[in-house]
């Protein structure tokens, strides 16, 4: 193998990373020094019991929160050296978020609630119409894009917040119990989904506790008091 091809791309990178809340008696470590590298175009999948730290690592990944010790990077910019503004405008270009529950405005249709974050962006709004309608044809809502929230099954809500989650091209999908909330057909759906957009370059973070759900995933990441204890997948 040449040096050219051996060469990895880390899109993000937690040094050393810890997260401390409380003080003296009282305190709480949410993560213990974890390293954990995430590559342009891994599909990894993080797995916890409640309490073990995943969901503070995914805020922390997400640029939610940062670190009370050790190093964030996301596409080699050190995370806890931003200031709010700074930390905003870096999570709005950088990342896309999917959740368990969909988080669309209720009032606006499919298509203007994939818009939104192009707003923020920047995008020019001559431009906005014509990418959201492009990112809601990828995800099969071609002939749903007037429909409000009310007006579709929580499988195609959630089809919305995927195409607005990845309208401005993140470099890192994060996905939070993205199936919790949905049937055993329609989880399969969504999932059948990811799969087709990791294969079209998206790097992809999927918090999940069912195995089924992990499975579809390249690696997985096990998280325990706070602690990487174990990884899988090439």
């Known amino acids: 193998m040449d040096n050219q091809s051996a060469i990895v791309n880390p899109v993000a990178k937690l040094s050393n990373v810890s997260k401390l809340y409380g003080h003296g008696s009282v305190l709480v470590k949410a993560l213990d020094e ?7 175009g891994d599909y990894l999948a993080v797995m916890g019991a409640s309490g073990s730290g995943k969901s503070t690592a995914m805020n922390i990944l997400g640029c ?58 920047g995008v020019a709004a001559s431009q906005r119409k014509c990418l959201a309608e492009q990112a809601l044809e990828r995800v099969g809502l071609a002939d749903r894009m007037q429909n409000r929230p009310n007006q579709l099954s929580g499988g195609q809500q959630q089809r919305v917040a995927i ?21 055993s057909k329609t989880t399969e759906d969504v999932l ?33 008091d706070g602690k990487v204890v174990d990884t899988t997948g090439s």
Do not use: W
């Not at 870096?90 to 405005?105: I, P, T």
């Open 163 to 183: 195409a607005r989650a990845i309208i401005n091209q993140p470099a890192l999908l994060l996905a939070d119990e993205p199936t919790g909330a949905l049937d």
């Open 34 to 40: 974890i390293n954990l590298q995430i590559n342009q």
């Open 64 to 121: 939610l929160d940062k670190p009370s010790k050790g190093k964030y990077e996301l596409n080699g910019i050190a995370v806890e050296d931003l200031d709010d503004d700074s930390l905003a405008d870096l999570r709005n270009r950088k990342l896309g978020f999917v959740f368990q529950q969909f988080h669309l405005l209720p009032e606006a249709n499919a298509l203007e609630n994939v818009m939104l974050p192009m707003i923020y962006a």
């Open 192 to 224: 059948d989904l990811f799969d087709e957009l990791h294969k079209q370059g998206i790097t992809l973070v999927l918090v999940t506790h069912e195995d089924d759900v992990a499975r579809r995933a390249k690696k997985v990441a096990y998280f325990c």
